[in-house]
């Protein structure tokens, strides 16, 4: 792990404490022309910034954006209005600062696990040694040291997803955009996992972006959750602070009764949306 | 799995004893007074055997042999790394695919025996010219699916692959390239057999020595049976490039699930 | 006479070896005729005559026996080619009709409306029908002209009754006619056959080389020459059967007889003296200004085309 | 939704009441041969009951085994030992009598979404007027009659799952075998498609095995919640019924006292066998 | 989308005037004495164009181009459907697929040009043994790629297919057959040049008409401007059959991710 930091050439020892802004949405609009005949409004005007070091997670009904979302933020969908800022530069073509677990498998099917999460070391010079060595670690960290040396399809779902986690986290992006990355997962592994990824968000002052249809775990790993409508032409329609003292464990700050509060508040905001989108989807 | 295996090559044995079969009962048997497959034609079976087995001891073929080896597998490799080349090139560069696009889709439909004299001008009598045959061949099947195979990758694996950072060359070498190579595999199947025909028909078109000369040469003086014998060769020869390809296919591609055990 | 040559190294251009059309040139190679000149030569096949004059003005062989009417179309086209010797001084073309079509075609004149096979579109044995027609007062338009290539799939063509009638060379007619499959016509392997249709002699296979190779290697070209010349000699005395043993076995068309019968009827086509004199120039060239109305009679030097200086200094032994 | 039940030609109109067996296995033991070199165990000799109109979720840490027991239910997979029973009758190749909702996307890309629902009922002799106006109710109590006319790749995660969620219910199978079918929805949806799924349970005494990770969900839907231990050689380690009234909303249920202590004997099982996976996965 | 296409049009043409620049000067500029491309050997652009420009004026190049055309045709389409058919059964039955393999490899790698007194003898003359030709050039290529098409899909649409309770016939309609539809247009592009080859080569070889018959009588005159001008028709109309492919394709695979909108 330390050999990993090591490697990372991008990274400034000391970052100013002050809270830049890492990533900046302004304006930014998506429609999606389906098959270049109608015209399907994703996401409305969306205005929104993470700081550096801060821990977001959106949330909002099935379909209404989140991942389009990310892929703005990624550079991977240029938004049809609007456009993106990086660490104060506007972004044009991918942004290379940030990390994507993405919410499909996106794993190389004809890599191992091992492999997987070594090229993304290997990608930025690490030599092939010391990167197998700090994906050993990696995959250990996320339970799955005996599962090395298996392809992809020789794995389940639950544990394709952790390959991914350890193969964003291994390289230390600044920036980390996570798309459901503990949906397939049991409750037990997700607080591990949940620490886990608090743990390294701690260590660097990461900026993370992490949609998930956990509110608990949302409150519980985020300095911000940011609700979102329900699409089409969806928006930001809540933005809590969570103010819920830091370190935290992700198991353990559910017993707080502030945290209850909070999940209630959120709660009847989010309820409300959902039942929304149900509706015009049955329309 | 040696029982499996004992079977399979049992059936395949079948297969050409009922085939050399048919050919024997219709070369040698006349049907309402009528030769199904007259030996002016198709000689026999078994003349066709004696010739291949003389051919072996005389010790004629090895000769003949090695320049059309030499030729096939130069033509093999040159074709398929000039289509692979291309291939990833186009499929990664759309504007160049683009202008390009009717110009190989025209050369492709040249008959190769036209060019013939051309690569004779160019390339002088020696292996080159028939190699230059084979490889008009070998590029363009193995070019059109390297380069359908490139566009076929998985988009969501890809951009993993981006947003890792993978330089346009890694994304080559770690997604591309593996992800087209069962593309590129299929096309290799065709091309070994291509290859070999571009060679011989080099050779059939002007030349001193090789598989082609010698199948031209008996086929001026109603030598079936030469024409048979050589073909004969030919083919038995294909088998084992292709092999050889299948051996290097399997290894690369040890990644692919495979029927599972026991999978209905 | 090994020393001063300045090449003795040569590729020579052939069409299909094992075809009559270029005995000489396998007995020249067979009796070691080349190598008593102090010449190597290395044969190359050609899938036809035209691909290997392509490769002799490309540069790839040096000299080519091969079809004399070549060497006044090069002319046309602006190469200089020219002939040293003749090897065959008739064409060695035999029109045949289909048996059973023996009633209603008699001759080249009912040829009307038939079906003909030739071996290739544009080739001797298609300019050959064409001329007979045209002699014949048809119009060549008025028959349909199909290649059927050489070797069995001519002899197919015609046993399955696809044409009509054929132009056609040795050993494909020795075939047809063993299998009792055509009548002939016009027969141009002989001199009565020859003199009937050209009233002259009507160069067929002749070594040719490029002008500045001639120019260049003298004593090559004139070695080359004594080779074929002696051939010739040779040739004029063998029989047949010593004909036969000097060739190699898979030659004999897989029937020693079959052969023995070929070559008697082709006996007549190889010239007995290698040169060619003006009359027959003139007939070939009148066969082709009959057939191809684009080739230009008055531009082309008949005295171009053949150079009989080698032959003169020919010392056969 | 009545067109499509008077369509299912197999199903018969008046089941006894007597709770005959549907899915049974017996001693059934699959082993991975991974790349014809290593076996992994992945399942141990495990035998297990549904009922005729029983609704069992399967709950466990990730990676024990749970898709593979249902792919061997379906019959893709054959056990390496033990052997599988539907209705009394011995399982050779496919499981015709069941549905399956894969873990994974399995839509078929070439087809829209409404096609894809339909194609199901097609299959079946249903005419393609029929089918499609059948798949179209079944879009739309899947909150996606809008998005009739897209294909996959122009869906969200949930939105993909919910289809696929159609294209099983349609044909009204006699078993159903679903892999966590909630997991990337959000928790309002998830309740109505557990309430939509809870409905049509009741109607015709389907037999459901159901995977999911989150036990609350587990609970409130089922009769049994069956829990399995870590992987590799898991096992089948704890059996609760679950008697909760029905009918139930799957909703309101999590407000009962009963449902907390459940909830709580069951959670303390599983937490120890995932803490177990994650060590050994570590080791 | 008006303005790129334009450009690319205009892209298109100076290639085209660059390669004919190229040739223009080669055949027309001695370097150092010698020519670069011999009129011998290339003709000149001009004389070509002329060439075909009266080939169309006079009205000669009709019969001939749809006498190619119609066997070109059906050589395209006898070759694909049968590569289609016989590549779905291989890929549904790997026993048969096993025993044969060898075979279909050892056909393919039969030269063509020494098939063809053959399929006259059994096809005669006529345009059905020069579509016989084209026949095996084109099957092979699809095969291949049908095959290896049909194993790509993928295995959790295929189980959930399976599931569906789809019968054999049903999942080849539904399953296999839209899924390695890309894989046989990738195939289909190289074959309609294949299918033009086998014709000419097949007219090349005994015919009485086709652009194929044109150009080997051109040859055997040395006439290479005519044999040029048969060569520019030739591809000029691989283009056209090409397009149609390519339409069929756009229209049956309207459900692939296209570059997203604004994709970088
Ligand atoms: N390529 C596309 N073409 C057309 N519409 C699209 C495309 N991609 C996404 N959409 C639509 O945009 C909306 C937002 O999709 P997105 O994937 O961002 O949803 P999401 O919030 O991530 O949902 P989920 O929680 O289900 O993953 C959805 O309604 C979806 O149908
Ligand atoms: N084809 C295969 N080859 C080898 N091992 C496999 C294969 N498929 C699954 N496994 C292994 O079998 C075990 C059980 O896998 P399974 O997919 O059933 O887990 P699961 O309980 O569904 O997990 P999850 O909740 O993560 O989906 C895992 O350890 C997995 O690595
Ligand atoms: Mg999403
Ligand atoms: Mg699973």
Same mark, same amino acid.
């Given at each position: ?116 999460? /070594? ?98 775990? /949302? @409150? ?16 930001? @329609?809540?933005?809590?602070? @969570? ?41 | ?10 059936l395949q044995v079948l297969v050409a004893v009922v085939a050399i079969g048919i050919w024997h009962v219709g070369s040698s048997v006349p049907i309402a007074g009528k030769y199904f497959l007259p030996e002016f034609f198709f000689s026999t079976p078994l003349d066709v055997f004696q010739r291949v087995v003389k051919l072996f001891v005389s010790?004629e073929i090895?000769?003949h042999l090695?320049?059309t ?14 289509? $692979? ?12 695919? #683009? $202008? ?11 008959p190769r025996v036209?060019? #013939? ?13 028939? $190699? ?15 380069? =359908? ?7 969501? $694996? ?11 060359? =890694? ?22 057999g291509f290859?070999l025909v571009g060679a011989v028909v080099g050779e059939y078109l002007g030349s #001193?020595a090789g598989l082609g000369y010698l199948i031209h040469e008996a086929e001026g003086v109603f030598d079936v049976t030469g024409v048979f014998a050589g073909m004969f060769i030919l083919s038995a020869f294909v088998l ?22 026991? =999978?209905? | ?6 090449? !003795? ?5 052939g069409g299909e070896k094992p075809l009559l059309y270029y005995l000489?040139?396998t &007995? ?17 096949d050609f899938g036809g005559g035209?691909k290997? &004059? ?37 064409p060695g073309v035999v029109l045949a009709v289909r048996k059973d079509k023996a009633d209603a075609i008699k001759?080249?004149?009912d040829l009307?409306g038939a079906k003909i096979g030739v071996t290739a579109p544009g080739s001797s044995t298609f300019?050959l029908a ?13 028959a349909s002209f199909i290649g059927v290539g050489g070797g069995a799939s001519a002899v197919a063509a015609m046993q399955k009754g696809e044409i009509d009638a054929i132009s056609h060379l040795e050993p494909v007619i020795t075939k047809l006619e063993s299998l009792d499959a055509i009548k002939v016509l016009v027969d141009t392997r ?50 047949p059967e010593?004909v036969a043993d000097?060739v190699p076995e898979p030659y004999w068309l897989g029937d020693k007889a079959l052969y023995l019968k070929a070559l008697a009827a082709s006996r007549?086509t190889?010239? !007995? ?45």
């Open positions: 792990m330390e050999m990993a930091a090591r490697r990372e050439p991008s990274r400034p020892s000391a970052e100013p404490e002050s809270a830049a802004t890492a990533v900046r949405l302004d304006g930014v609009k998506v429609s999606f022309v389906i098959r270049g005949a109608a015209v399907f409004d994703a996401v409305a005007p969306t205005s929104f910034e993470v700081r550096e070091g801060e821990f977001v997670s959106i949330v909002g009904p099935t379909g209404c954006g989140k991942s389009t979302l990310l892929n703005v933020t990624a550079g991977l969908l240029k938004p049809s209005a609007g456009h993106v800022e990086i660490f104060g530069e506007r972004l044009a073509g991918l942004n290379r600062k940030s990390g994507y677990l993405f919410q499909q498998d996106a794993l190389m099917p004809w890599k191992t696990a091992l492999d997987n999460v /070594a090229i993304a070391l290997e990608v930025h010079g690490t030599p092939r040694k010391e990167a197998l060595e700090a994906a050993r670690g990696w995959m250990g960290r996320v339970g799955l040291a005996r599962f090395c040396e298996r392809y992809a399809h020789e794995l389940s779902g639950g544990q394709r997803k952790r390959v991914g986690l350890a193969q964003v986290l291994i390289r230390r992006p600044r920036i980390l955009l996570m798309d459901e990355p503990f949906g397939p997962l049991d409750a037990q592994t997700r607080q591990i996992m949940g620490n886990l990824l608090l743990g390294l968000w701690a260590e660097d002052r990461k900026a993370v972006m992490f949609v998930t249809h956990d509110l608990e775990e /949302a @409150i519980a790993l985020s300095d911000r959750v940011v609700i979102m409508s329900a699409g089409p032409d969806a928006r930001v @329609i809540g933005d809590h602070p @969570i103010d819920l003292a830091r370190p935290r464990d992700a198991a353990e700050i559910r017993l707080d009764p502030k945290f209850h509060a909070l999940h209630k508040r959120i709660w009847d905001q989010l309820r409300e949306e959902v039942a929304k989108t149900y509706e015009e989807g049955a329309r | 799995m040696r029982a499996a295996s004992l079977k399979l090559l049992a010790g090895w000769r090695w320049i080896l030499t030729e096939t597998l130069l033509a093999f490799v040159i074709g398929s790394a000039g289509g $692979v080349a291309i291939g990833f090139w186009f499929a990664r560069q759309p504007l160049i695919a #683009a $202008v390009f696009d009717p110009y190989v889709k025209m050369v492709n439909a040249l036209v060019l #013939a004299p051309i690569f004779m001008l160019w390339l002088g009598l020696g292996i080159w010219s028939k $190699v230059a045959l084979g490889v008009t061949l070998v590029f363009f099947v193995v070019f059109f699916n390297v380069y =359908q195979g490139v566009k076929e990758v998985s988009p969501v $694996v890809l951009s993993n692959a981006r947003m890792m950072g993978m330089t346009e060359r =890694q994304l080559f070498r770690h997604v591309y390239w593996p992800s087209a190579l069962s593309w590129m595999f299929s096309s290799l199947h065709t091309s070994v290859a #001193a084992v490039i292709d092999w050889l390809v299948t051996l290097v296919e399997r290894r690369l591609l040890v990644w692919r699930p495979q029927a599972a055990v026991g =999978q209905t | 006479s090994a020393q001063g040559l300045e090449k !003795p190294s040569i590729t020579l251009g000489p040139l &007995l020249a190679e067979r009796l070691g005729h080349f190598k008593e000149q102090g010449l190597t030569v290395e044969v190359q035209a290997s &004059l392509q490769a002799l003005v490309g540069g790839s062989v040096d000299a080519v026996t091969g079809a004399y009417e070549h060497t006044i179309r090069m002319q046309a086209k602006g190469q200089d080619v020219r002939a040293v010797i003749d090897l065959g001084r008739y001759s080249v004149a009307k300019i064409q001329y007979l027609m045209t002699k014949a007062g048809l119009d060549p338009k008025s002989t001199t009565k056959g020859t003199m009937d249709t050209f009233g002259a002699s009507n160069p067929a296979a002749v070594l040719y080389l490029k002008k500045e190779f001639i120019d260049a290697n003298p004593k090559t070209v004139q070695a080359l020459v004594n080779a074929f010349a002696k051939t010739l000699k040779w040739l004029q005395s063998a029989t010593q000097a007549d190889y010239s !007995p003296d290698g040169t060619i004199d003006p009359a027959s120039m003139k007939s070939m060239l009148d066969l082709l200004t009959a057939t191809d109305p684009q080739l230009d009679a008055g531009s082309i030097d008949l005295a171009k085309t053949f150079d009989g200086s080698f032959l003169k200094n020919a010392s056969v032994k």
